[in-house]
């Protein structure tokens, strides 16, 4: 069989990133199998590497991939280690599908999940994103994703003070988790399960040794509040991002039991002024590409270089998501 064509396209209009934002490869062959495209990938594991963190984000198109399975073995092929679900701090909940893959925040169609990078809210996170589209929605349910880097030389000439806070400050977040799973919500991961306790005792032991402080509530919810966090980072190669929360936080961290006005502030315990959070967002909003899915596309993001989220949307919507461990390449000490 004759090799498979895969050509960059074009998906998106280019703003002023200094990269294409997000590169993107697509098959143009109809009879290509699914181990064409392991070889392929195989073939130029490290150039694609160095694209994606160049880039922040590279989109394969047209691929033959159908379901969880054919997903795990494409990540495979790019030999990087996992970082599990279990593990994380992650306050989503999700549904794993392979070992290496699960479902995409599992909150409600009308429930915006607005931009952030992945975990950057607790001190343990991944460096890389894979996502696939297994069934595209009716309409709507874009993931829109953001240069962070972009996003904080703007920011930087828009609102220094407020950087120089972040930067100087750190910031501290705040949310409580449910006894149970509460599916209806995108922070609705109970405590038993982000701290992988069984019970209180086991909980407050996890908690004290990764810093955080806390406070039991009624109806055996759990509030807690991290360590103080860096907002801004420095990557490999010195380009410095936003690397943080506060958007989603600040934006969505809303449900029964949280109130996004509680869910912020400096790492000296100040108030994050409502008015630059305000020009991040709408800054953000500007910067931002939304990635319409197709099935069978696969989107690998750059953790700390691109924010996303997930736009509402009708209908079914499947985007399933595998976590790439930090292997200390990307961020600056
Ligand atoms: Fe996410």
């Known amino acids: ?34 181990s064409d495209m392991h070889e392929w990938i195989q073939s130029r594991r490290d150039q694609l590497l160095e694209q994606l963190a160049q880039h922040g984000a590279i989109l394969f198109r047209g ?73 595209a929605p009716e309409s709507d349910g874009e993931t829109p994703i953001c240069r962070s880097d972009v996003l904080l030389d703007r920011l930087q000439e828009r609102e ?14 705040s949310n409580v988790m449910p006894a149970q799973d509460d599916p209806e919500s995108g922070q609705g991961r109970s405590w038993k399960s982000t701290l992988d306790a069984a019970d209180t005792a086991e909980a407050e032991m996890r908690l004290d040794k990764l810093g955080y402080a806390y406070e039991w509530l009624p109806d055996n919810t759990l509030r807690v509040t991290t360590p103080v966090l860096p ?16 958007i989603a936080a600040f934006r969505g961290w809303q449900d029964v039991r949280n109130d996004p006005r509680k869910s912020i502030c400096f790492g000296d315990d100040s108030e994050i002024p409502t008015d630059s959070m305000n020009v991040a967002i709408e800054l953000a909003d500007e910067l931002s590409f939304n990635l319409a899915w197709q099935d069978g596309d696969v989107a690998l993001i750059d953790n700390y270089l691109v924010m996303h989220g997930r736009r509402p949307f009708k209908g079914k919507r499947r985007v399933l998501a595998s976590l790439v461990a930090d292997d200390g390449s990307r961020l600056a000490a």
């Open 1 to 34: 069989m004759s090799k498979p064509i895969i050509e960059t396209v074009s998906v998106a209009d280019q703003q002023d990133h200094g990269a294409v934002f997000p590169l993107a490869y697509a098959l143009q062959t109809k009879q290509s199998t699914l």
């Open 160 to 173: 220094p003070d407020f950087v120089a806070a972040c930067e100087n400050l750190g910031v501290r977040y």
């Open 63 to 135: 691929f033959p991939i159908k379901d969880a399975e054919d997903f795990d073995s494409v990540i495979r092929t790019f030999r990087l280690d996992s970082f599990t679900y279990q593990e994380s701090l992650s306050n989503a909940v999700r549904v794993n599908r392979t070992e290496l893959v699960f479902t995409a925040n599992e909150a409600p169609p009308e429930v915006s999940i607005f931009l952030h990078h992945e975990m950057a809210q607790t001190p343990l996170f991944p460096s890389r994103l894979f996502f696939c589209c297994e069934t």
């Open 231 to 246: 907002a801004i980072r420095t990557l490999v190669g010195g380009r410095r991002v936003f690397f943080n929360q506060l």
